[in-house]
């Protein structure tokens, strides 16, 4: 089955920089790419996702790369602020797998101003 | 429009007892997910339901797992007997069309087994 790895686990950054968590995936099948977003004490929410026939997505200060041959795909944050501290998981799925994700082990990202 | 909602928020329970988790998806959401994080690794599916009928239930642990969605609305996922590994957050998502589109999570139910 889809095996996801996730890196960092943990990333720290200033306030003002960027920060870049990357993915990999094992099934050449996986086709939908989805990042969620988890602060403290809340649900989980979809904050960008990405299908296999786009290279890069951006939304604001948040940016989604997949890099098909790889199998990879990075989540870019640009101009980081306090708010963006949270848990980031990246999935993956495949069409025919009924929307089922296989999620990453997560990233911790802590901005410090 | 009223978010997924997961009941309750914790439950503490001794190895041996039972435990109740239950999920309102998103109304007119016919598929309805559960998911699992155990010890601060991956979110891991348990099963996907679309509307009553239980679409894949690949992901269950073993046979102490119990997931329905009787008249495909809610659902109740019971652990019996639960075990000490049982531990973790348990999320229940929501979408209305299966492949490549956006589930919406609920708040998790977080399972301590002493």
């Known amino acids: 089955g889809e095996n996801v790895e996730q890196h960092p686990s943990t990333l720290s950054v200033q306030e003002g920089d960027s920060a870049v968590i990357k993915c990999t995936y094992s099934?050449?099948?996986?086709?939908?790419f989805p990042w969620y977003k988890q602060e403290l004490g809340k649900r989980p929410q979809l904050i960008i996702d990405i299908r296999s026939n786009v290279g890069e997505k951006k939304d604001q200060r948040i940016a989604v790369t997949l890099n098909k041959t790889a199998k990879h795909f990075s989540l870019h944050i640009t101009e980081t602020q306090p708010e963006d501290s949270a848990v980031y998981f990246c999935?993956?799925?495949?069409?025919?797998?009924?929307?089922?994700?296989?999620f990453g082990a997560g990233t911790q990202v802590v901005v410090t101003p | 429009e009223a978010g997924v909602t997961q009941f309750p928020s914790h439950s503490v329970i001794e190895k041996g007892q039972t435990v109740t988790l239950r999920c309102d998806p998103i109304s007119g959401h016919d598929n309805l997910y559960w998911y699992r994080r155990v010890m601060g690794k991956e979110i891991k599916f348990l099963l996907h339901?679309?509307?009553?009928?239980?679409?894949?239930e690949s992901g269950m642990p073993n046979n102490r797992f119990l997931a329905e969605r009787t008249g495909g609305t809610y659902s109740t996922l019971k652990v019996q007997p639960a075990e000490l590994e049982d531990s973790g957050v348990y999320f229940c998502a929501s979408s209305q069309v299966a492949s490549g589109e956006t589930q919406y999570f609920g708040p998790g139910t977080r399972l301590l087994v002493l």
């Open positions: 099934d050449s099948a996986s086709n939908y």
């Open positions: 999935a993956a799925s495949i069409t025919d797998s009924w929307g089922k994700l296989q």
């Open positions: 339901f679309v509307k009553e009928s239980k679409q894949d």
